[in-house]
Structure formats: C-alpha cells, structure tokens
C-alpha cells in the first residue's frame, strides 16, 4: 500500500492564555493520500484552520504543539527546524489563505512574486521560464490578459481577482500537498465553479493532495472524496463524502445538513443547530455537543471515544443515527 502524503496522529495544538491552555485542536488523526481531496468542515471556532496552520508549522506563541505527529511523507513535521520547514512552504506544501493579502505583498507588482515564489525554491529556472509558469497560472484560475495582469499591482485587483492571484501562486511549484482555507468565499458561483474544476484536475493529474477548509458543505459535496466534521477541536465524524452527506452518523453532521437553506421546506423557518458552540475554555463535560444534542442522555458525560460502526465510518458518538447503518 502506498505511503499517505498526509498523515495525522493525534495532534494536539493549544493556546496557552492566562485562563489555562486552550485547545483548539484535541487530538486530530487523518490521513490523505496521493491525488485525494479531503474537505475538513465544521463551524467557526471548531479548529478547522489552526489545523492548517499547525501542518504548515505556523502557529506562533502563544500557541504551540503540544501533542502528536505530522507525518508529511513519512516525515515528522513537528519539531523540524524552521529553515527546514521553510524549504518545504511553497514548494512541497503550499497554503491558500483566506486573505489573499496574506500571501500578497501590497508593494510589488503580481509577476516579482510570481516569478520570486518559483526561484525561491528552484534558482536554476530562468526569469522567462518563471514568467512564463506565472502567466500559465494566472489563465489556469481565469484571469483575463493574464500577460498584462502580471504588470498590475494587488491594489488594482478586486477582492475575487487577489483570491484567484493567491490561488494561482500556490499551484505554481506543483506541490505534493495543498491546504486551502475558504479560499473561494469572496469568489462569485461561476468562478468558485471554474476554480473547484481547476484544483480537482490538477489533484487528478499531477497526484497532489489537497486538504479543503470549509464551512459550505455544498462545495464540498461536489469537490472532496472523503470529510473530516469537526468540533469543539476535535473530529466527532469521518468517512467517504457521499456517505457522510448522505446518511451522517453523528447528531452534529445531520444538524449541519439540515441548516442548509435548501433543505428546508419552502416558507418555513430555517432549522438550525440550537445553542452556541461552547467556548474552549470551559468545554461541558463528556460529549462536547451534548447540551446541543436531541440524543444525549447520561453516558454523555463521559468523553466517547472514535469507533467504527461500518467499515470506512469513523465517528466520536455513544448513539450514533441508525440511518448511516446500513440494515
């Protein structure tokens, strides 16, 4: 069996505050493997993104890894020097921000950190070469002109058009994994279609794998091959994403499908999951979704641990729904 680009071993990544350590992941395990897309969703503030940024090796104090293992190619990630981890950013792994100025820098034009992001990690390519893949990504993630695009500012850009700028720099080397963190929200439908195309046929054709952060569970309906549920830090289900989005096991996933404004019933309110996620800080005891939770009962306040009710179906629940069992 080939080795995983990707794999995940109980990481653990805490904020150490001066009310106590916050955990805003609590012992994540997946893996990814080649030419994969993982979609990793959940709601704001459940860990999706400091898990991203923990892979990538850029969670700074107060924050740390506490825990775990990155296994990148069989490479243990955490701990690695920085100069190390530098030299695998961009090249062997890229991140698509949010923010496209995050990766931007406001003062030079589009094609000097186009052309900078491929010497930096491969100097033999020649200045016309580098132009030239710059201008290939440009048009691969739909810039009109991209020739004469490449001579413009990130200020003369639109929201949507820095996101595409971004995108398209983090395909330039070609990487073995990309993490991308909602990097199409700002994006129109017409163009969040064309980019999901682009990345879904680079991951079938160059073999990269590709860990996509999400709240929208329709994009990942239509991009991903297998979803990871987060919450409160932690994966409560995982598994294939038609399974998962068609028959969820854990209380949580079937509250986020239901929330979706197309699954409800023409002129009635829209359903949605009661209560606020709990903070961090002062996770309930047990289940951390049980006060939200139609199904919870008094085993819930023991922390569950992840089992396998079907092959192929990971979930974090003591009842998981009977309808992701198949009779």
């Known amino acids: 069996m080939a080795e995983a680009t990707l794999?995940?071993?109980?990481?653990v990544t805490a904020f150490h505050t001066r009310a106590g350590p916050l955990r805003a992941v609590d012992g994540v395990s997946?893996?990814?493997e080649r030419g994969k897309i993982l979609g990793l969703v959940g709601e704001s503030g459940s860990g999706k993104s400091v898990t991203g940024f923990s892979i990538m090796g850029l969670v700074d104090p107060p924050g740390q890894i506490d825990g775990g293992r990155i296994l990148f190619k069989g490479r243990d990630l955490?701990?690695?020097?920085?100069?190390?981890?530098?030299?695998?950013?961009?090249?062997?792994?890229?991140?698509?921000?949010?923010?496209?100025?995050?990766?931007?820098?406001?003062?030079?034009?589009?094609?000097?950190?186009?052309?900078?992001?491929?010497?930096?990690?491969h100097p033999e390519v020649s200045d016309n070469e580098a132009r030239a893949r710059a201008r290939d990504a440009l048009d691969q993630v739909g810039?009109?002109?991209?020739?004469?695009?490449?001579?413009?500012?990130?200020?003369?850009?639109?929201?949507?058009?820095?996101?595409?700028v971004a995108i398209a720099t983090a395909l330039l080397n070609k990487p073995d994994l990309i993490i991308a963190?909602?990097?199409?929200?700002?994006l129109d439908v017409t163009i969040q279609g064309q980019i999901l195309f682009e990345v879904q046929k680079l991951c079938r054709q160059t073999g990269t794998a590709l860990i996509w952060i999400t709240h929208?569970?329709?994009?990942?309906?239509?991009?991903?091959?297998?979803?990871?549920?987060m919450?409160?830090?932690?994966?409560?289900?995982?598994?294939?994403?038609?399974?998962?989005?068609?028959?969820?096991?854990h209380p949580y996933t079937e509250g986020l499908l239901r929330s979706v404004p197309s699954a409800n019933p023409r002129g009635q309110p829209l359903r949605q999951i009661p209560g606020m996620t709990p903070s961090l800080l002062n996770l309930p005891a047990g289940c951390a979704f049980r006060l939200r939770c139609e199904h919870a009962d008094g085993a819930c306040v023991?922390?569950?641990?992840?089992?396998?009710?079907?092959?192929?179906?990971?979930v974090r629940c003591f009842h998981p729904l009977l309808s992701a069992v198949p009779a």
Do not use: W
């Open 181 to 186: 963190d909602e990097p199409t929200t700002a």
């Open 216 to 229: 929208d569970l329709s994009v990942v309906a239509s991009l991903a091959d297998e979803i990871c549920v």
């Open 302 to 314: 023991e922390t569950p641990d992840i089992t396998v009710p079907v092959p192929g179906r990971r």
């Open 30 to 32: 997946f893996q990814i």
């Open 231 to 249: 919450y409160a830090g932690r994966i409560v289900e995982q598994g294939s994403v038609d399974d998962v989005l068609d028959r969820p096991a």
């Open 78 to 121: 955490v701990g690695l020097p920085e100069e190390e981890m530098r030299a695998l950013r961009g090249s062997r792994i890229a991140m698509i921000f949010q923010d496209p100025m995050m990766t931007l820098n406001p003062v030079l034009r589009i094609d000097t950190q186009m052309i900078e992001a491929v010497k930096a990690h």
């Open 7 to 11: 794999r995940l071993e109980n990481l």
């Open 143 to 164: 810039i009109p002109s991209p020739e004469e695009r490449l001579k413009a500012y990130p200020h003369q850009f639109s929201g949507g058009m820095r996101q595409r």
